[in-house]
């Protein structure tokens, strides 16, 4: 049990810059009336259109600091990870929350271990029954397929077209991600543009979900894939070295489908073993550019030359979709932040128990210690 | 609970010993998880302190929790002032909530307990959709004909799905794997073709033209939705025409049919039986059709597959999720000393407790 007052620390993600998202003031404010002081560092917030003043708001326990001090407090809270050379701030004591991804970021991980650096992955915080307490799904869904009917809502007032079609959604993967996808596409990713749609006597959208049982046949997919005006990955593949859809089968789509990916995966080729996109061919993209056309010259750039791509659509893909409306997103995971670092200010990253209540629990499983204890790592 | 003789649920001897643990003396039903196979010893040695007691005795405690609502009889043996905890739909039952305020009691809806998002704290959607699908393959099984259902030689099984939402998702996930994870290696391995699902929502459920197309290549029809007018079905008796007459209806939504005083609530797929956990798979000659108020169509049938409680088919997995679901609901109003203590704006779960207090009703 801690009895001095807590320090927590918020740097500056230094991404892409479309990458705007801060924790906001709201959430900061209550980090202070918990009992933290809480050092931000400077300019923080501010590409969301915040200043200090606004997250300071007449709280003398709110100050701003240099990026190593915000890195060194007890607790550094940042939402996507630092990059490897920010691990050099981070204080012997400090505890590092952010979205780390242990499984699948091995060098990472390794990192942290040698350095000795307390860790609570954010995607690793999960309930009892291993559902994901600080995660916004929803958005990966929505934002994905809303940029997708973007596009074609430049062509299409309302999305009617004047051959009276209506619109086909196919989605690959029925996890998580896909759950959302299929509620977002069967509204073309935003309620109120189904509603103008029915409004307008639109013909509607149909959408159909393929598990690996069907994927794996490229007869059956043909079919799908001829008629497909939106393409969906969110699939979460046990094998990533080989893709679901090849290039060759995106002949199949018409000149004017859109590809949606949704499951990010990078192309990196000197894993072992490699790891490839679900889809074969197209882009990753990120907060500064999330749409590629297909001439776009930036495809030749990104996609390495060992991947074929000679079959291309309009692509929308981005690293990190929750991103594209960060205002929205930053409310949603103050909120599901908020208990945790209830218990976070009482008890430290050494004395978190899993026999302890909900939210302790929960942030137990997330620790580094438990993710390498759970794989012998340790 | 008193319910169907199918019903067989309650709570695990494990989560009375929680209650102990946060300071409860639990008061038991004579004869409580007997159903499930439960001693009254398995109780003890969970939680040393509890009690047997009768029918009427259980409902004379500070707090009853039990998963299904009440009849009125029992709500009448309450004490004044005394905490319900139970799945009591405020929203779709005012006459309960009447009821309740006249009695003076106080209560917690189960199914009311949402986060700052609104997402239910205590649900089993999951096990709806799981188990629904499963059994609707079962019979899909039995229905579907040569060369049949595990044969390679078959195209791929067609799901058509009415609604997209937290039911649905998870109705997605479940029908591309049968509703049996097993069953969908076992095909798999077998290079049997897989499931097709496709989603449909209000913008296409009211074009006729394309859902007679898509229902006359359908293999299941899955009512997933969520009305906002439960007057008017999605699908009308008459469509079900086109469905191929192997196709078997899974039904998840669950509303009744239902005269309020002139006003007549529909099934979203209008004809098909209200099952329970006594039956819910009826054939297209079931007697049960013959107690479908007249005012519905029910000429045209199809095998159909309906349970007013999906989760209890599994007893003990549904009684498990609600058990570590409900302990910090408990923990809480146990350490506020009951509901009145609970705040909007207190911790995580009283503000998810507010907003399912009668009190607080409505929102």
């Given at each position: 049990?801690?009895?001095?007052?807590?320090?927590?620390?918020f740097?500056?993600m230094?991404?892409e810059?479309g990458?705007k998202?801060?924790?906001?003031?709201?959430?900061?404010?209550?980090m202070?009336?918990?009992?933290?002081?809480?050092?931000?560092?400077?300019?923080?917030?501010?590409?969301?259109?915040f200043?200090?003043?606004?997250?300071r708001?007449?709280?003398?326990?709110?100050?701003e600091?240099?990026?190593?001090?915000?890195?060194?407090?007890?607790?550094?809270?940042i939402?996507r990870s630092p990059?490897?050379?920010?691990?050099?701030?981070?204080g012997?004591?400090?505890?590092?929350?952010?979205?780390l991804?242990?499984?699948?970021?091995?060098l990472?991980?390794?990192?942290?271990?040698?350095?000795?650096?307390?860790a609570?992955?954010?995607?690793?915080?999960?309930?009892?029954?291993?559902?994901?307490l600080v995660?916004?799904?929803?958005?990966?869904g929505w934002?994905?397929?809303e940029?997708?009917?973007?596009?074609?809502?430049?062509?299409?007032?309302d999305?009617?077209r004047?051959?009276?079609?209506?619109?086909?959604?196919?989605?690959?993967?029925?996890?998580?991600?896909?759950?959302?996808?299929?509620d977002?596409a069967?509204?073309?990713?935003?309620?109120d543009?189904?509603?103008?749609?029915m409004?307008?006597?639109?013909?509607?959208?149909?959408?159909?979900?393929?598990?690996?049982?069907?994927?794996?046949?490229?007869?059956?997919?043909?079919?799908?894939?001829e008629?497909?005006?939106?393409?969906?990955?969110?699939t979460?593949?046990?094998?990533?070295?080989?893709?679901?859809?090849?290039?060759?089968q995106?002949?199949d789509?018409?000149?004017?489908?859109?590809?949606?990916?949704?499951s990010?995966?990078?192309?990196?080729?000197?894993a072992d073993?490699?790891?490839?996109?679900?889809?074969?061919?197209?882009?990753?993209?990120?907060?500064d550019?999330y749409?590629?056309?297909?001439?776009?010259?930036?495809?030749?750039?990104?996609?390495?030359?060992?991947i074929?791509?000679?079959?291309r659509r309009?692509?929308?893909?981005?690293?990190?979709?929750?991103?594209?409306?960060?205002?929205?997103?930053?409310r949603?995971?103050?909120?599901?932040?908020?208990?945790?670092?209830?218990?976070?200010?009482?008890?430290?990253?050494?004395?978190?128990?899993?026999?302890?209540?909900?939210?302790?629990?929960?942030?137990?499983?997330?620790?580094?210690?438990?993710?390498?204890?759970?794989?012998?790592?340790? | 609970?008193?319910?169907?003789?199918g019903?067989?649920?309650?709570?695990?001897?494990?989560?009375?010993?929680i209650?102990e643990?946060?300071?409860?003396?639990?008061?038991?039903e004579?004869?409580?998880g007997?159903?499930?196979?439960?001693?009254?010893?398995?109780?003890?040695?969970?939680?040393?302190?509890?009690?047997?007691?009768?029918?009427?005795?259980?409902?004379?405690?500070?707090?009853?929790?039990?998963?299904?609502?009440?009849?009125?009889e029992?709500?009448?043996w309450?004490?004044?002032g005394?905490?319900?905890?139970?799945?009591?739909?405020?929203?779709?039952?005012?006459?309960?909530?009447?009821?309740?305020?006249e009695?003076g009691?106080?209560?917690v809806?189960i199914?009311?307990i949402v986060?700052?998002y609104?997402?239910?704290?205590?649900?089993?959607l999951?096990a709806v959709?799981?188990?629904?699908?499963?059994a609707?393959?079962?019979?899909?099984?039995?229905?579907?004909?040569?060369?049949?259902?595990?044969s390679?030689k078959?195209?791929?099984?067609?799901?058509?799905?009415?609604?997209?939402?937290?039911?649905g998702g998870?109705?997605?996930?479940?029908?591309?794997?049968?509703?049996?994870?097993?069953?969908?290696?076992?095909?798999?391995?077998?290079?049997?073709?897989g499931v097709?699902?496709?989603?449909?929502?209000?913008?296409?459920?009211?074009?006729q033209?394309?859902?007679?197309?898509?229902?006359?290549r359908t293999?299941?029809?899955?009512?997933a939705?969520?009305?906002?007018?439960q007057s008017?079905?999605?699908?009308?008796?008459?469509?079900?025409?086109?469905?191929?007459?192997?196709?078997?209806?899974?039904d998840?939504?669950?509303d009744?049919?239902?005269?309020?005083?002139g006003?007549?609530?529909?099934?979203?797929?209008?004809?098909?039986p209200?099952?329970?956990?006594?039956?819910?798979?009826?054939?297209?000659?079931d007697?049960?059709?013959?107690?479908?108020?007249?005012f519905?169509?029910?000429?045209?049938?199809?095998?159909?597959?309906?349970?007013?409680?999906?989760?209890?088919i599994?007893?003990y997995?549904?009684?498990y999720v609600?058990?570590e679901?409900?302990?910090?609901?408990?923990?809480?109003?146990?350490?506020?000393?009951?509901?009145e203590?609970?705040?909007k704006?207190g911790?995580?779960f009283?503000r998810?407790?507010s907003r399912a207090?009668?009190?607080n009703?409505?929102l």
């Amino acid at each position: 049990m801690q009895t001095a007052s807590r320090t927590i620390g918020f740097p500056n993600m230094l991404e892409e810059e479309g990458e705007k998202r801060a924790f906001l003031p709201d959430f900061i404010h209550s980090m202070a009336e918990m009992g933290f002081q809480v050092v931000l560092e400077k300019g923080y917030g501010e590409k969301l259109g915040f200043g200090f003043m606004d997250y300071r708001a007449g709280r003398s326990s709110i100050r701003e600091g240099s990026r190593p001090e915000a890195f060194s407090q007890d607790i550094a809270l940042i939402l996507r990870s630092p990059h490897i050379e920010d691990f050099e701030l981070i204080g012997k004591n400090t505890c590092l929350m952010a979205m780390l991804h242990y499984p699948t970021h091995p060098l990472r991980r390794e990192l942290l271990k040698s350095r000795g650096i307390q860790a609570i992955s954010l995607d690793s915080i999960r309930d009892d029954f291993g559902t994901r307490l600080v995660e916004n799904m929803r958005a990966v869904g929505w934002n994905g397929l809303e940029a997708a009917f973007n596009e074609f809502e430049k062509e299409y007032d309302d999305l009617v077209r004047p051959d009276g079609r209506a619109w086909r959604v196919t989605v690959l993967g029925t996890g998580m991600v896909g759950r959302q996808v299929v509620d977002a596409a069967t509204k073309f990713g935003r309620r109120d543009r189904n509603s103008r749609h029915m409004k307008a006597n639109g013909e509607g959208v149909v959408v159909s979900a393929l598990g690996r049982n069907i994927t794996f046949q490229k007869g059956r997919v043909r079919q799908f894939l001829e008629g497909t005006d939106v393409l969906v990955d969110s699939t979460q593949r046990d094998d990533p070295s080989r893709p679901i859809i090849t290039n060759d089968q995106l002949a199949d789509l018409h000149k004017d489908a859109i590809i949606v990916d949704l499951s990010v995966d990078p192309y990196t080729l000197d894993a072992d073993p490699p790891v490839v996109k679900g889809i074969e061919g197209i882009p990753q993209g990120n907060l500064d550019q999330y749409v590629f056309e297909m001439d776009d010259p930036k495809w030749d750039e990104i996609v390495p030359d060992a991947i074929p791509s000679e079959n291309r659509r309009k692509a929308i893909t981005c690293y990190s979709w929750p991103g594209i409306h960060p205002l929205d997103c930053m409310r949603r995971y103050g909120q599901q932040l908020r208990p945790l670092l209830r218990v976070l200010y009482r008890k430290d990253y050494e004395a978190l128990s899993q026999s302890e209540r909900f939210f302790e629990r929960a942030l137990h499983r997330a620790k580094l210690d438990t993710f390498l204890e759970s794989t012998g790592a340790l | 609970m008193h319910k169907e003789a199918g019903e067989r649920r309650d709570f695990l001897p494990k989560f009375a010993g929680i209650l102990e643990k946060y300071g409860a003396q639990a008061v038991l039903e004579e004869g409580y998880g007997s159903r499930m196979g439960y001693a009254q010893d398995d109780y003890l040695s969970s939680a040393p302190s509890c009690i047997f007691a009768t029918h009427r005795e259980a409902y004379g405690q500070d707090i009853v929790l039990v998963l299904r609502c009440p009849g009125e009889e029992e709500m009448r043996w309450m004490k004044p002032g005394s905490l319900l905890v139970s799945m009591l739909h405020f929203g779709t039952r005012p006459r309960r909530v009447e009821l309740l305020r006249e009695l003076g009691l106080k209560a917690v809806s189960i199914d009311g307990i949402v986060d700052d998002y609104g997402h239910r704290l205590v649900e089993n959607l999951s096990a709806v959709a799981w188990n629904g699908m499963e059994a609707a393959f079962q019979v899909l099984e039995d229905t579907y004909p040569p060369p049949g259902l595990r044969s390679p030689k078959r195209p791929p099984i067609r799901v058509t799905l009415l609604g997209a939402g937290a039911v649905g998702g998870h109705t997605v996930q479940a029908a591309v794997r049968y509703g049996n994870p097993d069953l969908q290696a076992e095909l798999a391995g077998k290079d049997v073709p897989g499931v097709i699902v496709t989603a449909v929502d209000r913008d296409i459920t009211g074009n006729q033209g394309i859902m007679q197309e898509i229902l006359s290549r359908t293999d299941m029809l899955v009512d997933a939705s969520a009305r906002r007018d439960q007057s008017r079905p999605i699908i009308p008796n008459d469509w079900l025409a086109h469905l191929p007459k192997h196709a078997v209806i899974l039904d998840l939504s669950v509303d009744p049919y239902e005269d309020m005083d002139g006003k007549h609530l529909v099934k979203g797929i209008e004809g098909i039986p209200q099952g329970n956990l006594n039956q819910y798979i009826f054939t297209p000659d079931d007697p049960a059709y013959d107690s479908i108020p007249d005012f519905v169509n029910t000429k045209y049938r199809r095998h159909s597959v309906s349970c007013y409680s999906w989760p209890g088919i599994d007893p003990y997995g549904s009684m498990y999720v609600y058990g570590e679901q409900l302990r910090p609901i408990m923990r809480t109003l146990l350490e506020k000393g009951g509901g009145e203590n609970i705040h909007k704006d207190g911790s995580y779960f009283e503000r998810a407790i507010s907003r399912a207090l009668l009190s607080n009703w409505p929102l």
